[in-house]
């Protein structure tokens, strides 16, 4: 990893300023796995495609590589040019690009 003094910000700082949200935030994302592992009809045998990308979206996160905004962001993102004949008059974002043939 290239080192790129582009923050104005110190290390301490970042972390006394932001650390608490943060942990919030994987705290809530820990709580919604535990949700889907207790679901009423109990866990799926395969993850939605939402599921999946969120999980890999997690191992990117420690994976020690640099731009992991950006590579979470391209993984969570939805790269088709042609919106389905079944979601044209939806107006939603599924937030991931879903499995060829779903």
């Known amino acids: 990893m290239n080192y790129d ?3 104005p910000l110190t290390y301490a ?3 006394d300023a932001y650390f608490l ?3 919030a935030k994987v705290l809530d994302i820990a709580a919604f796995l535990d949700r889907l592992e207790r679901a009423a009809d109990g866990p799926a045998e395969k ?9 890999e979206a997690l191992l990117l996160l420690s994976d ?3 731009e992991r905004a950006k ?3 391209d993984l969570l993102s939805d790269a088709t040019e042609t919106m389905p004949q079944s979601a044209a008059n939806a107006k ?8 060829v043939g779903q």
């Open 5 to 7: 003094a582009s923050c």
């Open 13 to 15: 700082d970042i972390v």
């Open 21 to 23: 949200e943060h942990r």
């Open 47 to 55: 993850d939605d495609f939402r599921v999946a990308a969120l999980r």
């Open 64 to 66: 020690g590589d640099g």
């Open 71 to 73: 590579r979470v962001l």
């Open 92 to 99: 939603f974002a599924l937030g991931a690009a879903p499995e």
